[in-house]
């Protein structure tokens, strides 16, 4: 089991102390990333958790999945290995946005 944990269904005023203090009563936190919009700075709802260990992931998930925080009940689960995103960011039916020919 992985030691980074997806918590999902955060309140958009939690900040990485609330969500530091909350895990530590499961364990020991190593880190916490709340993701935040990169225009506003509010965060997007959703954070990333690293314990210390695997057990203290394991009774993190166990006690803290579906407990309500903030008016919202939370989802904890392993995080899953970011995908690799393509270069353009998104899907383009046309095929590459390069021109591999000048324009004029």
């Known amino acids: 089991m992985s ?3 997806y918590v999902g269904n955060i309140p958009y ?3 990485e102390q609330d969500l ?3 895990f530590g009563q499961s364990g020991a936190v190593e880190a916490v990333t709340v993701m935040r ?3 506003t700075g509010r965060a997007r709802g ?3 958790v690293e314990m210390a260990s695997d057990d203290d992931a394991q009774r993190a998930i166990a006690e803290l999945n579906d407990r309500p925080f903030g008016g919202r009940r939370l989802t904890v689960n ?3 290995p970011q995908v690799p995103r393509s270069e353009g960011g998104g899907f383009n039916p046309r095929g ?4 591999s020919e000048p324009r004029w």
Do not use: G, I
Not at 96 to 99: A, D, K, T, V, Y
């Open 96 to 99: 590459p946005s390069r021109r």
């Open 20 to 22: 530091q203090e909350l």
């Open 46 to 48: 959703f954070a990333f």
């Open 37 to 39: 919009d990169r225009d």
């Open 3 to 5: 030691r980074k944990l």
């Open 78 to 80: 392993e995080a899953r």
């Open 13 to 15: 005023q939690t900040n």
